[in-house]
């Protein structure tokens, strides 16, 4: 019997699509909504390491949604669109029929008894995942008994470099068969986890009959990317029959292609558990990536008896909240929290002394002294991706300035292609890269174990969970310490008295609390992050770190290098007696226009001589525009040093042009001006490291003074070291003051 549907059922219809969804959004967005903790309950294992929930915080709305957020796909930018298929849909209109993969003779994971820490160590010895004397912590244990007996979703939070990573590899060893699904934010994070188990296949046991016994089922890992998920990739997951750890993203999840395996019974039957790696990620970014906020419907498509394990090291209860509403997460979700305390960690937050797009704040990272075997290995983070090309051309000019090779600073962003971004990273971590800038592409979860300074430059649209998971990159590597720098812009202080945690506008609070308080910072992470309460060797609550942080500890403080400079050039003496008045110091409009004049021929004299041969494709624009010209000519009488240069104009090679430019300046204000500078005059800056004073020999002359500084790095070693400055007469000292664009930033 055929049924004539008419137009008024076409809204129930919409209806009926529109609640598809079994999660019912907020009215309001997630952020502005008052919190309240779910009911979260505990394991009842007796290990200590499952703490209950701490007491609920209040918190204020965490930062603004980006609507209008720029995305980057192989060095290009990714418009925003509607994608051309229905998500976790086979088939879609307008596309080619698929069907669903089938496969038999699996075997159905099953609920299994809990196994002791013994048999736990023993099978993760046996293939790999530990080395000889090594014994797995006790809540990978219990967060791997939680998942085998198939009961409960998971939360775990674990500080940075606890190994997280082995939660989702222990299940399948005792399962014998099975697959982990881990959901990765960055792709970085899927091919390092695909590495990581090519070194576990390859180095397994040493025992010869164990490998023979396990040959035939080693633990696999597959990252599904858009270059790596053709049909025989495919077929082989949902096929399964082996120990199979699968990597991808959310949008990769979504595809129609995907969409086979994981609507495919025998996927099903075998999938161990879903894993949400950082997994904080999923909160900070459903604004610019709608896939987070679909992950309901992998949830509903698998159905919720398969165990649901997000991790993080920061996970407060707000972010858990988003996990609840977008990915379907049980809640009476049971929660393992070890916070985020890492003592190996120090933290300084420092506020910046010049313009954020001079640089100057970053000197420390790289002092003029420097040799490849001295600068720490160092990463600088900055979400401004046109300010982080910046910088890298900065460090890449005071490089070369130094004589050293311009390889040792590297720059990764999502804006790069995938090749770059791996050999920048394997660089990195070999060694011959010693200063890397990124995004928070090499931000959560990424692994390089011999970090010694992370340095955050500006927080503007930064939260505090992102600021801890950066800090967390540093000192990876069992005995290795780190530090972690903060660079507060003026905009962010909150001296002006318009931010602050009562009134943070589009700014988080928890992180405005953290840079405007005078507190232990260590103290304000525990409270907003959530973190369990720690307790000394004699019971005594801890609330402060005493050491570790700038607050607690003079010593972490960054403490700046001064130089003296000339206020004003000194007056020579009437050589012309009937000279009728004395020359001014300050060259008039006229002299200005004479001085210009003479600055365009010495540029076009440099280019020719020192660089038209070697860089064909520079002009003479290309060493100094004209509009940097003019800046110098206004400013000519009190440009002495490459500090000062540098505040005001864009030269790309300013330390290699300084020293020709101020002898230039000095030739050309005599003749214009008739202010006549000492040939033996050396400009502030420019006197290299080679020429200092050796102690054994006679005292400097008047013209040069021997000065030393103590340099500390953050590992606690102090460093004396020579620092040359050029001075005028010995006479001319008490003329001198301290300029403020003379500063270097060290610790």
């Known amino acids: 019997m055929s049924v004539r549907v008419s137009s008024t059922q076409s809204p129930s219809k919409r209806q009926k699509v529109n609640k598809e969804n079994d999660f019912v959004l907020p009215a309001t967005p997630l952020a502005t909504r ?95 995942l530990l080395k000889e004397g090594q014994t797995l912590r006790d809540y990978q244990i219990e967060a791997a008994n939680l998942v085998i007996s198939r009961s409960d979703d998971l939360c775990v939070i674990a500080p940075t470099g606890a190994g997280k990573s082995l939660v989702w590899m222990l299940p399948l060893l005792a399962q014998e068969s099975g697959i982990s699904l881990v959901i990765v934010p960055f792709t970085s994070l899927g091919f390092q986890g695909e590495e990581r188990c090519v070194y576990l296949q390859k180095y397994s046991t040493s025992d010869a009959d164990l490998q023979s016994r396990h040959r035939n089922s080693p633990l696999e890992c597959t990252f599904l990317h858009s270059g ?66 679909r992950l ?21 209860e707000l972010y858990r909240k988003s996990i609840v509403i977008h990915a379907g997460l049980k809640p009476d979700y049971k929660i393992i929290n070890l916070g985020n305390h890492r003592p190996e960690l120090s933290m300084i937050v420092a506020r910046m002394q010049h313009d954020a797009n001079s640089f100057q704040d970053l000197a420390w990272v790289l002092p003029w002294n420097s040799t490849p075997d001295t600068i ?67 931000g959560a979860g990424m692994d390089f174990p011999h970090v010694q300074v992370v340095v955050q430059y500006r927080c503007r649209d930064l939260t505090i969970v992102k600021l801890v998971q950066r800090c967390g990159r540093g000192a990876r590597r069992k005995g290795c310490r780190a530090v972690g720098v903060v660079l507060v812009e003026k905009s962010m202080t909150g001296d002006d008295g318009e931010l602050s945690v009562t009134s943070p506008k589009f700014e988080d609070a928890p992180l405005l609390d953290l840079l405007h308080t005078s507190d232990c910072l260590y103290h304000i992470l525990d409270i907003h992050l959530e973190n369990p309460p720690r307790y000394d060797e004699f019971g005594a609550l801890i609330a402060h770190c005493v050491t570790r942080c700038s607050n607690c500890s003079s010593s972490l403080r960054l403490q700046q290098q ?122 502030p800056m420019q006197v290299p490291p080679s020429t200092t004073t050796p102690r054994n020999s006679a005292a400097p002359s008047s013209s040069t003074v021997d000065l030393q500084f103590i340099h500390s790095d953050p590992t606690g070693m102090s460093t004396l070291h020579p620092l040359v400055t ?16 003379e500063t270097v930033l060290t610790f």
């Open 228 to 293: 790596a998920s053709d049909v025989q990739i495919l077929e082989g997951i949902a096929k399964g029959r082996t120990k199979h750890v699968v990597y991808s993203c959310v949008e990769m999840l979504e595809t129609p292609a995907v969409a086979r395996v994981l609507h495919s019974e025998s996927f099903r039957e075998q999938l161990s558990a879903v894993y949400l790696d950082e997994a904080h990620t999923l909160h900070e970014s459903t604004s610019w990536r709608p896939g987070y906020t």
């Open 376 to 442: 720490l290995p160092t990463i600088i983070y900055s979400d401004n991706l046109d300010m982080l090309t910046e910088m890298f051309w900065w460090f890449h000019a005071r490089l070369g300035a130094m004589r050293l090779p311009d390889s040792l600073v590297d720059l990764i962003h999502a804006g790069l292609s995938e090749e770059h971004q791996k050999t920048c990273t394997q660089d990195f971590i070999n060694g011959r890269v010693k200063i890397l800038l990124g995004s928070d592409k090499i």
């Open 726 to 741: 050029s001075t005028r007469a010995g006479k001319q000292k008490s003329q001198g003051k301290l300029a403020h664009g």
């Open 296 to 316: 309901h419907l992998l949830r509903k498509i698998l159905g919720s008896d398969i165990p649901f394990v997000p991790l993080s090291a920061t996970l407060p």
């Open 562 to 683: 001064l130089t003296w400079i000339m206020e004003t050039f000194p007056q020579p003496e009437a050589k012309d007696t009937k000279s009728s008045s004395k020359p001014s110091s300050i060259p008039t409009k006229a002299d200005q226009e004479k001085i210009l004049e003479k600055l365009v021929v010495w540029r076009l004299e440099a280019w020719k001589d020192d660089w038209m041969v070697d860089w064909p494709l520079y002009g003479p624009d290309s060493l100094v525009s004209d509009s940097d010209l003019h800046e110098i000519t206004k400013r000519a009488h009190n440009v002495s040093s490459v500090d000062i240069l540098i505040s005001f104009t864009h030269i790309p090679h300013a330390e290699q042009l300084a020293a020709p430019l101020f002898a230039t300046l000095r030739r050309i204000l005599y003749e214009v001006c008739g202010i006549p500078i000492p040939e033996s005059s050396t400009p």
């Open 34 to 128: 008052a919190v309240t903790r779910p009911k979260s309950s505990v394991s009842s294992n007796e290990t200590p390491l499952s703490t209950p929930g701490t007491p609920s915080l209040t918190f204020i709305a965490s930062l603004a949604p980006k609507k209008h957020r720029t995305r980057y796909q192989n060095g290009y930018e990714v418009k925003p669109c509607t994608p051309s298929f229905k998500p976790y849909t086979v088939n879609n209109p307008g596309h080619a029929r698929q069907k669903v993969f089938s496969f038999n003779g699996h075997k159905v994971l099953t609920r299994l008894d809990l196994l002791s820490k013994e048999e736990w160590n023993t099978l993760a010895l046996r293939h790999g």
